[in-house]
């Protein structure tokens, strides 16, 4: 099994659709997790960041972590075709620990 | 806040010569840096992890002679690919850890090297 979980989709959703995003865990003692949304040819850009279980909310992304079910979400309101890109959960246990990184979603909004 | 810089974005050269990428932090101090290497469509590989002021720790199957790293202060470290091959072609980017949200990285734009 490996360590994150994440179906590469692609997902396309029509403008103004709610994107749904999961990963699930199998090591339990990850902490911290991240979304970063990654655009063709370019790096990673941190998106969201949560330590331990809960929700968080910026402008039109939400993030949930449910230690318990070991998963991870991340919504998109009002998509726009701007956020068409691919997104990558992390996650790490803290300390020097590396982040493990699904595969990252490829997601496609429709004008 | 929390910039990453990656310079040079693209370079191209000839098999057997040597490349040096460079990652810096713009913003702040990072006394961690990552290196990854990403093929189409694929996820991160992470390299190595670079500490500055010491030896970077690399990944199981990642030649530490081919790929050298040197983290020579808090906010600079450098990839070198030596002897590069048509094989070595690939998106590199770099990370730093900002210390201050856990083992957040921010990532820089990335290195786009092809290998003729």
Not at chain 1, 15 to 21: H, P
Not at chain 2, 14 to 26: F, P, Q, Y
């Amino acid at each position: 099994q490996k360590e994150v979980e994440q179906d590469p989709g692609p997902l396309s959703v029509p403008e103004g659709a709610i994107v749904s995003l999961n990963c699930t865990y199998s090591n339990s003692a990850f902490q911290y997790f991240m979304w970063y949304r990654q655009y063709s040819r370019k790096g990673p850009e941190l998106l969201m960041y949560t330590y331990s279980s809960g929700n968080k909310e910026d402008g039109r992304f939400t993030a949930q972590v449910d230690k318990s079910s070991k998963y991870i979400s991340l919504f998109i309101r009002d998509s726009q075709p701007s956020d068409s890109a691919t997104y990558l959960c992390a996650m790490s246990a803290g300390g020097n620990n590396r982040l493990a990184f699904g595969k990252g979603n490829q997601v496609v909004v429709i004008p | 806040g929390a910039v990453v810089s990656q310079h040079p974005s693209r370079v191209i050269c000839k098999s057997g010569t040597s490349v040096k990428i460079e990652c810096r932090s713009l913003d702040f101090q990072a006394t961690t840096m990552f290196w990854y290497r990403q093929f189409p469509k694929k996820s991160l590989m992470l390299m190595a992890t670079s500490n500055e002021g010491s030896k970077a720790t690399y990944e199981q199957g990642v030649e530490k002679d081919k790929f050298l790293i040197n983290h020579a202060s808090l906010t600079l470290s450098t990839l070198t690919v030596t002897s590069a091959h048509p094989e070595d072609s690939s998106f590199y980017i770099c990370s730093a850890r900002a210390g201050t949200r856990g083992d957040t990285q921010y990532f820089g734009p990335g290195t786009r090297l092809t290998v003729l």
